[in-house]
């Protein structure tokens, strides 16, 4: 991947979903700043994000926010060449906000404007300087994306030419960990509270897998509904015990679906390297899993990279400007963006 | 009020009778999806989507709230599961979509309150067992009494 020369230092902003944030970064890989207000208190007692309320939280945080980037940078906003934002996928109101205020950003202070694709940026966050002083992965990679909205396998021949192998035929594997949380009475988010009830479990009996052996797709509604079913053979009399040892035996059956399939493609595809991204990458057990049994290297970013931010959708910018990506002020929100578009 | 049970006896069954359903479609109806988690909702959306042309594969809706399809007509499926109450109705465009030339295919329609169209199609959804689910049909006038009539007649 070639250094885009002319848009350095990039200001970005993410609020697709509940997460206002704002991020300044330098070459697509030194974080000079990271904020994130998340709004994950007041969604907790809704079991879920309110659009509505969503977007007006990001109104209200995204001044305090954006200047919060802005601090640490002594030169101010002369040291910034470009402003970013997320256009999609997300929902549409929370997407607006952001998407707007960097144009308010952009057209006051003369700047271009790069909109940005929400699940390609979660890929571009293993570009990020961890300050681990390992190299970022180099292309061809297989990559896989699991968050609450998304849950697929693609391959990243090369600088920007991301290409989806498979994806999720119903439930994106996030949304089946809150699903299944649900049903369990284990409360929102359903990630770690699934994680840390299947920490407390002596043992419990495997759930089904859903292969799809002839394709890279991925299905995790019947496994919803797997344990939907124990959950209503048990009745009222369902315990904690139960409850420890069901979101184990889910929790086992999506981690063993993900590796083993990420790890096939890597395989076939004859790549150097896997790349786990997306918010669901903070779950323990996966990465293990992927760790564990990856035939090639897999770069997994840190905790605080890898659910919704700005320093991603800073990268993102960086990385795909070589391909060409220049949006007027006219760009819109786009809430069912698909990878591949920008 | 005209009425009808379908039991499915499994994904495959329900897949198929949701696209018997959405051969009989036609613009401007509305169809509300209600039942629990797992009991079979985006599975006959699927269905549905598939009887409408659709090529794409249905995914669940809940995270960006409105997923949109193209068959023969314009498809537009949302899970309201994750909204307030009605107000928040305003943003996400449903209403336009309700009065528009399409299809509208909704789960959770208690979240929207009283402000779906006086005339539209209930499915009640129900779980039976691992893989039966059972699906009722119901509603007020012409064109939804319509719209029983002709899928009992190819139930039959």
């Known amino acids: 991947m070639s250094l885009s020369p002319a848009l350095r230092t990039i200001l970005a902003l993410e609020t697709s979903c509940d997460e206002t944030a704002a991020a300044v970064v330098r070459d697509g890989r030194v974080i000079v700043s990271n904020v994130v207000a998340s709004q994950i208190d007041i969604h907790r007692r809704f079991g879920g994000v309110v659009p509505e309320v969503a977007s007006r939280q990001h109104i209200l945080a995204l001044d305090a926010v954006v200047r919060a980037a802005l601090a640490p940078l002594e030169a101010g906003w002369s040291a910034i060449d470009a402003v970013a934002a997320t256009r999609g996928p997300g929902l549409a109101g929370a997407l607006l906000t952001g998407l707007h205020a960097a144009k308010g950003l952009a057209w006051a202070r003369g700047l271009p404007l790069i909109a940005v694709n929400h699940v390609e940026a979660h890929v571009y966050a293993s570009w990020l300087d961890d300050g681990s002083g390992r190299e970022p992965p180099r292309p061809p990679l297989v990559v896989l994306i699991v968050s609450g909205g998304h849950t697929l396998l693609a391959h990243l021949a090369d600088a920007g030419a991301l290409q989806v192998l498979g994806q999720t035929r119903d439930d994106a594997a996030g949304e089946a960990f809150d699903k299944v949380a649900r049903l369990l009475g284990l409360g929102f988010p359903g990630g770690p509270a699934i994680e840390r009830a299947a920490r407390s479990a002596t043992g419990a009996a495997p759930?089904?897998?859903?292969?799809?052996?002839?394709?890279?797709?991925?299905?995790?509604?019947?496994?919803?509904?797997?344990?939907?079913?124990?959950?209503?053979?048990?009745?009222?009399?369902?315990?904690?015990?139960?409850?420890?040892?069901?979101?184990?035996?889910?929790?086992?059956?999506?981690?063993?679906?993900?590796?083993?399939?990420?790890?096939?493609?890597?395989?076939?595809?004859?790549?150097?390297?896997?790349?786990?991204?997306?918010?669901?990458?903070?779950?323990?057990?996966?990465?293990?899993?992927?760790?564990?049994?990856?035939?090639?290297?897999?770069?997994?970013?840190?905790?605080?990279?890898?659910?919704?931010?700005?320093?991603?959708?800073?990268?993102?910018?960086?990385?795909?400007?070589?391909?060409?990506?220049?949006?007027?002020?006219?760009?819109?929100?786009?809430?069912?963006?698909?990878?591949?578009?920008v | 009020?005209?009425?009808?049970?379908?039991?499915?006896?499994?994904?495959?069954?329900?897949?198929?009778?949701?696209?018997?359903?959405?051969?009989?479609?036609?613009?401007?109806?509305?169809?509300?999806?209600?039942?629990?988690?797992?009991?079979?909702?985006?599975?006959?959306?699927?269905?549905?989507?598939?009887?409408?042309?659709?090529?794409?594969?249905?995914?669940?809706?809940?995270?960006?709230?409105?997923?949109?399809?193209?068959?023969?007509?314009?498809?537009?499926?949302?899970?309201?599961?994750?909204?307030?109450?009605?107000?928040?109705?305003?943003?996400?465009?449903?209403?336009?979509?309700?009065?528009?030339?399409?299809?509208?295919?909704?789960?959770?329609?208690?979240?929207?309150?009283?402000?779906?169209?006086?005339?539209?199609?209930?499915?009640?959804?129900?779980?039976?067992?691992p893989t039966e689910r059972s699906f009722t049909l119901r509603g007020a006038g012409q064109r939804v009494e319509r719209l029983i009539t002709a899928l009992r007649a190819v139930e039959r």
């Open chain 1, 207 to 341: 759930l089904p897998r859903a292969w799809l052996r002839e394709s890279d797709d991925f299905s995790f509604s019947g496994l919803k509904t797997a344990v939907l079913h124990q959950v209503r053979a048990a009745g009222p009399t369902l315990d904690d015990a139960q409850r420890a040892g069901l979101a184990a035996a889910f929790q086992e059956s999506v981690v063993d679906v993900l590796v083993r399939k990420t790890c096939d493609a890597a395989r076939r595809l004859a790549v150097g390297g896997i790349v786990l991204a997306g918010g669901v990458a903070a779950n323990q057990r996966l990465r293990a899993a992927l760790l564990a049994q990856a035939p090639v290297p897999v770069w997994i970013p840190p905790l605080a990279l890898c659910t919704d931010n700005a320093a991603m959708i800073a990268a993102a910018a960086f990385w795909r400007q070589a391909p060409g990506l220049a949006h007027g002020l006219a760009c819109d929100v786009a809430p069912t963006l698909r990878l591949g578009q």
């Open chain 2, 1 to 129: 009020m005209a009425s009808l049970t379908i039991v499915c006896g499994s994904p495959a069954a329900t897949l198929a009778f949701g696209a018997r359903l959405g051969g009989l479609l036609a613009r401007g109806d509305v169809v509300a999806l209600h039942g629990e988690l797992g009991a079979g909702k985006t599975q006959l959306v699927a269905g549905i989507a598939a009887g409408l042309g659709a090529p794409d594969a249905v995914t669940s809706p809940t995270f960006v709230v409105i997923q949109h399809y193209q068959g023969r007509l314009p498809i537009h499926h949302a899970d309201l599961y994750r909204l307030d109450g009605p107000a928040d109705l305003d943003g996400i465009g449903l209403e336009e979509l309700l009065d528009g030339d399409g299809v509208c295919l909704i789960e959770w329609p208690e979240r929207a309150g009283d402000r779906l169209p006086a005339e539209h199609l209930v499915i009640a959804c129900a779980w039976l067992g």
